[in-house]
């Protein structure tokens, strides 16, 4: 069974820093690319960013660029976002989300883990 | 504004037929990229619907269908039930912004 874990949300200033966790299972981790996806409060939802199997290609949303990584560790089986600079407009529910397949573009996305709130506020 | 758009709202009775659309540009659904669908229920995550246009994973009820032409595509559901009120969207890849897009989304209501 597939399952995606995410860790590491909460409250954080404007302009601090977070780092939130992704541990997969259930799957050949390093054969898929990996995406982060994030659904603001009662709005839809928007692709973040996404890797591919060996970190080898990386995208972001126009909205993020330069102000977030994302990350992997095939050893660890876990996927990683970090947010520098967090707006207001940051605040959502992030999605860890599974590639179906090996390269990130042109992908889609066949597993959802539950989610992991970030509030971004004084 | 989404990349994809798509109507709000659509709303049936129970067994009527309603559809989707999802339009996009010669940068994504126009440029031969394929359109997925992902249904998501109140309070949980979104779920893969249909993907490559147009095929069914295994589990998904053969009432959920859909298509893609041109620069648009469509998502139909047949003999609508109360468990299919949730909303839907679609998704792409753009080759402008060089990442995925998903439509705003669509709810679906049974009256």
């Known amino acids: 069974e597939v399952k995606l874990v995410e860790s590491g949300g909460g409250l954080v200033q404007p302009g601090r820093s977070l780092r939130v966790s992704c541990a997969a299972s259930?799957?050949?981790?390093?054969?898929?690319?990996m995406h982060w996806v994030r659904q603001a409060p009662g709005k839809g939802l928007e692709w973040v960013s996404g890797?591919?199997?060996?970190?080898?290609?990386?995208g972001y949303a126009d909205s993020v660029k330069g102000r977030f990584t994302i990350s992997r560790d095939n050893a660890k089986n876990s996927l990683y976002l970090q947010m520098n600079s967090l707006r207001a407009e940051d605040t959502a529910l992030y999605y860890c989300?599974?590639?179906?397949?090996?390269?990130?573009?042109?992908?889609?996305?066949?597993?959802w883990g539950q989610g992991i709130l970030v509030t971004v506020s004084s | 504004q989404s990349v994809l758009t798509q109507p709000p709202s659509v709303s049936g009775a129970p067994g009527q037929r309603v559809t989707i659309s999802c339009t996009g540009s010669?940068?994504?659904?126009?440029?031969?990229?394929?359109v997925h669908w992902y249904q998501q229920l109140p309070g949980t995550a979104p779920k893969l619907l249909i993907y490559?246009?147009?095929n069914r994973p295994s589990g998904v009820p053969d009432r959920f269908s859909a298509s893609k032409s041109g620069t648009s595509a469509s998502l139909a559901i047949t003999g609508l039930q109360a468990e299919d009120e949730a909303d839907y969207y679609c998704?792409?890849?753009?080759?402008?912004?060089?990442?995925?897009?998903f439509g705003g989304g669509t709810k679906v209501t049974v009256l």
């Open positions: 989300v599974k590639g179906f397949r090996p390269n990130d573009y042109g992908d889609y996305f066949d597993y």
């Open positions: 259930g799957f050949t981790f390093d054969d898929y690319a």
């Open positions: 890797t591919s199997w060996n970190s080898g290609s990386r």
């Open positions: 010669s940068s994504n659904i126009g440029a031969a990229y394929d």
């Open positions: 490559g246009n147009s």
């Open positions: 998704q792409s890849y753009d080759t402008s912004l060089s990442g995925s897009v």
